[in-house]
């Protein structure tokens, strides 16, 4: 029994990680299927091989049947966002202190660019997602790492000390990845809170990136960063983007704590200039009625980690991996492989499985690569058949 049905019941929920047959999503277009030559298994960028979630499929078509593609207005997705918060985590949103943006990134843009001017030190933990380094620097801050514990925990007073000494220096935000991407770190209740009292007792301010959220299973507990920020100084951002895989039809919200209200409130007009009308209404309806599919999904996940640990201890007992519950990525440590600080491009030059390089995501991450999960059975089973193979060639 998987953790989500001790928690929600046994019923057996429809896996949309077992709908797609490899055939299928070979003929995608997007990024995942067309970046590498054919012979080679894609489990790398953060796509997902499922059909839509029926809901969503259904609030496109319809809006292409009646060319409602002009451009996105109002607070639905913020009201339909808030019913899932409300529904998953009994978090109460204040559909007031939401703005929609385009995407996640843009607005973790924005939101760095509120609470903070140039030059500004922006905190992360790494092994993280590689574009908060491109994107804070791309603003004009400076990145600051400070890296989670070998155990993939936030470092708490490694983080104060850092607050610390940055702030001597001008000011400091800290961009938080919660759920963690790439470990599948769910950061608890307790870690938020004390994270965010240390914050303003320094004068930092934190964005949480929580895009990854839906993904974490009924078990791992995941704590809305602005529900457990007793300063109410927090903004989060947050998206269907990564849960019902609407890569391809962007939308997310920025959300303020009350204390951060001010900071929503000067968000400038053009910073919603390009949100996609599309894109929010298949967010909305993610969030409205995907439920469903999404316990399926987080089902099947499970059922995908317990694979992946049984055929690694069986062909490639020496890559080691922390368990997780969230997001549908798996954090490989393969030091122990002897490919050196890239395990990912030997395995994708001997192997054709195409995994992402881990010293991307952060120094911490030498050695190590990332593996999605989010496919079907047999291509997972195939893709540790041709990394256990990589190693004999
Ligand atoms: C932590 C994190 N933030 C943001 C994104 C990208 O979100 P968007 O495409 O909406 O900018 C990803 C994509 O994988 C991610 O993992």
């Given at each position: 029994m998987t953790p989500h049905e001790r928690e929600q019941g046994t019923r057996t929920r429809p896996d949309p990680l077992g709908d797609v047959r490899i055939g299928q999503v070979?003929?995608?277009?997007s990024l995942k299927w067309r970046?590498?030559?054919?012979d080679v298994l894609p489990l790398w960028v953060?796509?997902?091989?499922v059909l839509l979630a029926a809901p969503v499929a259904a609030a496109l078509h319809d809006a292409v049947t009646r060319g409602d593609t002009g451009y996105a207005h109002g607070d639905d997705l913020a009201r339909a966002f808030a019913g899932f918060a409300r529904r998953r985590w009994g978090w109460e949103v204040d559909v007031a202190r939401t703005a929609l943006v385009p995407d996640v990134m843009t607005g973790v843009v924005e939101a760095l660019r509120l609470v903070s001017g140039p030059g500004a030190a922006v905190v992360v933990n790494t092994p993280?997602?590689?574009p908060f380094r491109a994107f804070a620097e791309r603003s004009g801050r400076r990145v600051v790492d400070v890296p989670l514990t070998?155990?993939?925990?936030?470092d708490l007073p490694a983080l104060e000390a850092a607050y610390a000494r940055e702030r001597a220096r001008g000011e400091v935000v800290h961009l938080l990845c919660s759920p963690q991407n790439p470990t599948g770190t769910v950061h608890t209740a307790a870690e938020l809170t004390a994270l965010a009292e240390l914050a303003a007792a320094r004068g930092v301010r934190v964005v949480a990136d929580?895009?990854?959220?839906?993904?974490?299973?009924?078990?791992?507990?995941f704590a809305p960063y602005l529900a457990h920020?007793?300063?109410?100084?927090g903004t989060a951002l947050t998206s269907a983007s990564k849960g019902w895989n609407l890569a391809g039809v962007p939308a997310a919200l920025l959300l303020a704590g009350p204390a951060a209200a001010g900071d929503l409130a000067?968000?400038?007009?053009?910073?919603?200039?390009?949100?996609a009308h599309l894109g929010v209404l298949a967010h909305a309806a993610a969030f409205r009625a995907g439920g469903e599919w999404l316990d399926g999904l987080l089902d099947g996940l499970a059922r995908r980690r317990a694979l992946l640990d049984a055929l690694l201890a069986e062909h490639l007992p020496a890559v080691r991996r922390a368990p997780s519950r969230?997001?549908?990525?798996a954090w490989l440590d393969?030091?122990?492989?002897?490919?050196?600080?890239?395990?990912a491009r030997v395995l994708l030059e001997r192997g054709r499985v195409a995994l992402s390089a881990g010293h991307e995501f952060g120094p911490?991450?030498?050695?190590f690569a990332r593996l999605n999960l989010a496919t079907g059975e047999d291509v997972l089973t195939e893709a540790v058949r041709r990394m256990a193979a990589a190693l004999d060639g």
């Open positions: 070979r003929s995608r277009t970046f590498h030559p054919p953060a796509e997902m091989d993280v997602y590689p070998a155990a993939g925990r936030l929580e895009v990854h959220a839906p993904l974490a299973d009924a078990a791992a507990g920020d007793p300063t109410g100084l000067r968000l400038p007009e053009e910073a919603g200039h390009g949100v969230a997001t549908y990525l393969c030091r122990d492989l002897g490919l050196g600080d890239d395990p911490a991450g030498r050695g």
